[in-house]
Structures are given as C-alpha cells and as structure tokens.
C-alpha cells in the first residue's frame, strides 16, 4: 500500500529536499573541511561529528526522496461521501460496556501522512483508529486495540 499525502505536504516535502541537497549539503561539506585542518582524523571530535550529521542528513535526503516517489498525492478537501476518507471530519462517541452512561464524544480530522496532530484531532489514516475508521459510515461500531484494551468507536457524524 502506497502513502498518501496531501498536496500541502508533498510541497512541504520538495521544499525541504531541495533545501538539504543545496544548502545543507555544502553546509556540512564546509564543516569537514574545516574539522579536517585540525589534525589527526582519528581523534578529531569536530570531523566525527560533521560526518555523522552528513549520515543524517543523506539519510534524510534518501527518506524524503523515497515519500516522494512512493506517495499518492490527494487533494486536502474532501469529496462528499457517506463513509469515512482522508479529509473528513468526523465524530465518534466511545462505547464502554463497563460504565452505564459513559458516553464520551470525540471529534476528529482523518489526514494522510505527516499531518497527523492528536492532540489537536487530526489522526493519520496510517493509525490504528484511523485504519479502522476508513470506509466506514454514521452507526458503523469499529473497535482499536490499544494496549491490552479494546476501545469500541461508534461514528456519531461525517462531514
């Protein structure tokens, strides 16, 4: 299964990419070239840590490369729909069997890759919840195993 992402972040993808491959990359180029004037390789602290931070950088290069070229690119506004897609806001009331009266409402953003935001509602459909929610409609009972808990989810509401 490919990875989704919205076209907000696939812009934000090339705009870092190509940030780290002119301007980072020449940044640390100059940092070994400097750490290297110091001496003796071997026991040059500054020289071992510009070429960790160049493993990091190339290993974030190869990543964003590989979203990029993997990723199916969605529009960020929804399609109307009657079920559950990226882009739908939705809200869930929490079932638990063990407490009578214990209903609690949640609302959330279903979003693709790299723009999940928990605390603020938006949940990736990379997640469990989000998984489990996908293709579903208002009345639909998913259940999400969070731990050793299984948490049951009834969709209240899609927009």
């Known amino acids: 299964m490919s990875r989704v992402i919205s076209k907000e972040v696939y812009e934000q993808l ?4 190509e940030n780290l491959k002119k301007i980072a990359r020449k940044e640390i180029a100059e940092k070994i070239k400097t750490a290297k004037e110091f001496g003796d390789l071997s026991e040059n602290a ?3 840590s510009a070429l960790e931070e160049q493993k990091r950088l190339e290993r974030r290069i190869f990543e964003i490369e590989n979203i990029l070229k993997t990723s199916k690119v969605i529009k960020s ?5 009657d079920k559950v897609n990226i882009g739908t806001e939705i809200e869930v009331e929490i079932i ?3 407490v009578k009266d214990n209903k609690k409402t949640m609302k959330f953003k279903i979003v693709g890759f790299g723009e999940s935001d928990p605390l603020s509602g938006k949940i990736s459909i ?10 579903k409609k ?4 998913v259940e999400v195993s969070v731990g050793k808990k299984i948490i049951k989810y009834k969709i209240k509401s899609i927009k």
Request: net charge positive.
């Open 14 to 17: 090339k705009k870092e990419l």
């Open 46 to 48: 500054e020289y071992q």
């Open 77 to 81: 506004k929804p399609i109307k729909s």
């Open 96 to 98: 638990d069997n063990k």
């Open 126 to 135: 990379e997640s469990p919840l989000g998984k489990s929610l996908l293709g």
């Open 138 to 141: 208002i009345g639909d009972v």
